[in-house]
C-alpha cells in the first residue's frame, strides 16, 4: 500500500481546502441564520439558499460528484472524476470537517450510495429517469430501509412487503429513520421489503425504485437526534400504503435485495468514516485553540497535564482511524468490497467511537460553549453518535469481525459473511 498521495488527489485536495476556506466555512453563521429564518417564517423544510448557491461554484471549480468510483461512473454513463475509493478518502475527510459541506459537492449520503446502486443495478429506463438528475444534483434520494416494529440489525427481520400484481408491485410498510425523505427535492425512494417470505432468509429481501410521488405514501414526521432535525434534509417516519409502482423498477429482480445492500452499504460505510475523521480533526483544532485562549487556576488549559493528555491521546486516535479508513479504501479497490468486508467492519467500528470521544474532549474544554450551538461541536457529536447505528450498529459489526477472525481456526466464517449484511 502506498501511503503518499498521486500528485492528482493532492491538486484536488489543494483546491477542495481552497473551496472550504473561500466558500463553506465563510458562511456556516448564514447557513445557522437562514435556517433559524425559515423556522420562524414557517419553512424549516425549504431547501437553504446558502447551500444551492456554492452548488454551482463546485461544479465551476470541477469538484463535482467527487466521490463516484470509476466502475459506477462507466455504468452510469457520467465520468464525474473518477477516482478509486484511496483517492477519494481525503477530499472526504476535508469536506467532513463541516457537517452539511459534503452536499455542497453533491457528495452526500444517502444520494452517494443511492447514485452508485442506480449506477450499479438500476436498467437503462431508471438511470435516464432518477440517476442523470441525481448526478447533476436537480433532484434528492432517499432509502427506506430501517422499521420501527423490527430489530433492523437483523434486516431479515424487515416486513416491508412487496408483492407482484401483474404490471405492477404493490408496496406496503412502515419505515422510519429515512434520512433526505423530509426534503421537497427528495423524488425518490430505494425501498427494500420482502417479495417472498417463503423463500430461504436471505432470498426474500428485494429492493424497488419507489417515486416520492406515487399515491400511498405519507411522511408522519421528522425525528430528531438529541434535539437535531437535521432540517430540511430531515430523517423521517413514514409508511408506504398500497404504493403501486411498475414491475421494471425492481432492481436486479426478486430476493436480491441483500446482494445489492452489500454492493450499497459498503462504500456508504467508509464514505461515513472518512467524514467523520475530518469531523474529529476539527474539534482536535478547537479544542488547542480553546485551551491555548483560557485560563484557569493560573495556568491555560492548554498547560493542564489533563488537556495535553487528551489532545495527545486524539491525535493518536485520529492518526490510527485515518491509516485503517486508508487500508480499507485501498483493498477495496485492489480486491473488491467483499474481501474488502473485514477492514470495512473494522473501521466501521473504530472511526465512529474515536470522533464521539475525541469530540466530546473537545466539548469539555470549552465548558458551558461546547454544549450550545456558538461552536458546532454538539452537531457534530449528534451526528457521530448516530453513525454508531447508521449502516449497522456496533455490536453487528463487532460480532462479524470476531467470527471471521475465529473462522481461520475453524468454524463461524460462513456466519459471519451473514452477520455484516443483517447489520447492513
Not at 107 to 131: F, H, Q, V
Request: with cysteine; net charge neutral.
Amino acid at each position: 500500500m502506498e501511503f503518499d498521495y498521486s500528485p492528482k488527489v493532492k491538486d484536488l485536495q489543494q483546491r477542495v481546502q481552497r473551496f472550504m476556506d473561500e466558500h463553506v466555512y465563510p458562511n456556516e453563521k448564514a447557513y445557522k441564520e437562514e435556517l433559524e429564518a425559515n423556522t420562524q417564517a414557517g419553512k424549516r423544510w425549504s431547501p437553504l439558499q446558502t447551500i444551492e448557491k456554492l452548488k454551482p461554484k463546485a461544479k465551476a471549480a470541477g469538484l463535482w460528484n467527487l466521490f463516484l468510483p470509476v466502475d459506477s461512473a462507466h455504468a452510469s454513463g457520467y465520468d464525474g472524476a473518477g477516482l478509486t475509493n484511496l483517492e477519494y478518502a481525503p477530499l472526504a475527510e476535508i469536506m467532513g470537517r463541516v457537517v452539511w459541506a459534503s452536499e455542497v459537492f453533491n457528495c452526500s449520503a444517502p444520494d452517494t450510495g443511492n447514485m452508485e446502486t442506480l449506477a450499479r443495478y438500476g436498467s437503462e429506463e431508471i438511470k435516464a429517469k432518477w440517476l442523470k438528475p441525481l448526478l447533476e444534483g436537480e433532484i434528492r434520494s432517499a432509502f427506506a430501509m430501517t422499521e420501527p416494529e423490527v430489530a433492523s440489525s437483523d434486516a431479515t427481520n424487515i416486513c416491508t412487503r412487496i408483492e407482484k400484481q401483474g404490471d405492477h408491485y404493490v408496496v406496503n410498510g412502515h419505515k422510519w429513520w429515512i434520512s433526505g425523505a423530509a426534503d421537497p427535492r427528495c423524488k425518490v425512494f430505494i425501498t427494500m421489503g420482502k417479495t417472498d417470505p417463503e423463500a430461504p432468509k436471505h432470498s426474500q429481501q428485494s429492493m424497488i425504485v419507489v417515486p416520492a410521488d406515487a399515491p400511498g405514501i405519507r411522511i408522519v414526521r421528522p425525528l430528531n437526534v438529541m434535539g437535531y432535525d437535521d432540517a430540511p434534509h430531515g430523517h423521517v417516519e413514514m409508511y408506504f400504503d398500497k404504493v403501486k409502482v411498475p414491475a421494471g423498477n425492481i432492481l436486479l429482480g426478486e430476493g436480491r435485495g441483500f446482494e445489492i445492500a452489500q454492493g450499497r452499504l459498503g462504500p456508504g460505510r467508509i464514505h461515513h468514516c472518512m467524514r467523520l475523521i475530518g469531523q474529529a480533526e476539527r474539534a482536535l483544532e478547537l479544542m488547542c485553540r480553546r485551551s491555548l485562549s483560557r485560563t484557569a487556576f493560573g495556568k491555560t488549559v492548554a498547560q493542564q497535564t489533563v488537556t495535553q493528555e487528551r489532545i495527545a491521546e486524539a491525535r493518536c486516535k485520529i492518526d490510527m482511524a485515518r491509516l485503517l479508513t486508508l487500508k480499507a479504501a485501498w483493498m477495496m479497490d485492489v480486491a473488491g468490497n467483499k474481501v474488502a468486508r473485514t477492514e470495512i467492519a473494522m473501521i466501521k467500528v473504530v472511526a465512529p467511537t474515536m470522533a464521539c470521544q475525541v469530540i466530546d474532549w473537545a466539548m469539555q474544554v470549552h465548558g458551558g460553549g461546547g454544549m450550545c450551538d456558538d461552536f458546532p461541536l454538539a452537531n457534530a457529536y449528534a451526528h457521530a453518535r448516530t453513525l454508531r447505528f447508521a449502516d449497522g450498529p456496533d455490536e453487528v459489526h463487532r460480532n462479524a469481525i470476531a467470527k471471521w477472525e475465529l473462522g481461520k481456526y475453524g468454524a463461524y466464517g460462513k456466519d459471519a459473511e451473514a452477520a455484516v449484511t443483517r447489520g447492513a
